[in-house]
């Protein structure tokens, strides 16, 4: 049963169609892994904390730096020299004391990846890196969890919900990896698309909606345009061929 707190700062939420209190506690009994604390994962966390999402497992091994806080609203100036994850569990919990959020300070690799995401089912890219995507990805595919990909550049972004067999996975998509560089980027972008993130995982948990499968949503925040293209399966995919 949600308790009479939790029907009365849930109450609007539980208004939309098929979420209701049945919606709630599919929220309060989820478990997400969020994939970097930074540009996207600030809103993407602090909107799934809002929601009464019931645990948050945020990860990042890096500090916030003054040069980070034009999008990582998760951290402040007092935050600068602190584990982001830390940051993270600090800030979540003064917006909503009730979600239990895991920091995880560790980087992700194929070594770290099933302890970090741990018992997660859904897993929320909000990275800067396709490398440590990739990962994630191998690891979704492996394990058949839902992946969300999330990428942002300079006032643009883009986003699919990734759930394979039924989807192409990330390398079918995007099978190589950028090198990495320090790329353009304003605070709103990240906030866009982060937000578009949590909704896409708010609807699954609950399970309204339709969320972006076999689709990839692209923003483009100069000309203000959305657009969604078709993503297809690579047959010849090393990760997702069955
Ligand atoms: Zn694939």
Same mark, same amino acid.
């Given at each position: 049963m949600l308790t009479q707190k939790e029907l009365e700062r849930y109450h609007r939420q539980m208004l939309i169609r098929n979420w209701g209190e049945e919606g709630q506690k599919k929220l309060r009994a989820a478990t997400v892994f969020i994939a970097g604390a930074g540009g996207l994962g600030s809103p993407v966390a602090i909107y799934l904390a809002v929601a009464g999402i019931g645990k948050i497992r945020i990860c990042d091994f890096g500090e916030p730096e003054l040069s980070n806080l034009n999008r990582q609203i +998760?951290?402040?100036?007092? #935050?600068?020299?602190?584990n982001k994850a830390l940051s993270a569990q600090e800030t979540l919990h003064e917006i909503n004391p009730h979600v239990e959020v895991e920091p995880l300070a560790e980087k992700i690799s194929e070594e770290t990846v099933e302890r970090l995401v741990g018992s997660s089912t859904i897993i929320l890219d909000? +990275? #800067?890196?396709f490398p440590t995507r990739h990962i994630l990805n191998r690891y979704a595919v492996k394990k058949g969890l839902p992946f969300i990909h999330a990428g942002i550049f300079g006032l643009s972004g883009q986003l699919t919900f990734i759930h394979t067999p039924e989807t192409p996975c990330l390398h079918c998509i995007f099978p190589g990896s950028p090198p990495p560089a320090v790329f353009p980027v304003a605070g709103v972008a990240p906030g866009v698309i982060g937000v578009l993130e949590a909704t896409e995982t708010i609807k699954w948990i609950v399970g309204i909606g339709k969320n972006l499968k076999g689709r990839l949503l692209i923003w483009d925040g100069e000309l203000m345009e959305f657009q969604t293209v078709a993503v297809n399966k690579d047959p010849n995919c090393p990760v997702c061929k069955r």
């Amino acid at each position: 049963m949600l308790t009479q707190k939790e029907l009365e700062r849930y109450h609007r939420q539980m208004l939309i169609r098929n979420w209701g209190e049945e919606g709630q506690k599919k929220l309060r009994a989820a478990t997400v892994f969020i994939a970097g604390a930074g540009g996207l994962g600030s809103p993407v966390a602090i909107y799934l904390a809002v929601a009464g999402i019931g645990k948050i497992r945020i990860c990042d091994f890096g500090e916030p730096e003054l040069s980070n806080l034009n999008r990582q609203i +998760l951290h402040t100036e007092r #935050d600068i020299g602190k584990n982001k994850a830390l940051s993270a569990q600090e800030t979540l919990h003064e917006i909503n004391p009730h979600v239990e959020v895991e920091p995880l300070a560790e980087k992700i690799s194929e070594e770290t990846v099933e302890r970090l995401v741990g018992s997660s089912t859904i897993i929320l890219d909000c +990275l #800067d890196n396709f490398p440590t995507r990739h990962i994630l990805n191998r690891y979704a595919v492996k394990k058949g969890l839902p992946f969300i990909h999330a990428g942002i550049f300079g006032l643009s972004g883009q986003l699919t919900f990734i759930h394979t067999p039924e989807t192409p996975c990330l390398h079918c998509i995007f099978p190589g990896s950028p090198p990495p560089a320090v790329f353009p980027v304003a605070g709103v972008a990240p906030g866009v698309i982060g937000v578009l993130e949590a909704t896409e995982t708010i609807k699954w948990i609950v399970g309204i909606g339709k969320n972006l499968k076999g689709r990839l949503l692209i923003w483009d925040g100069e000309l203000m345009e959305f657009q969604t293209v078709a993503v297809n399966k690579d047959p010849n995919c090393p990760v997702c061929k069955r």
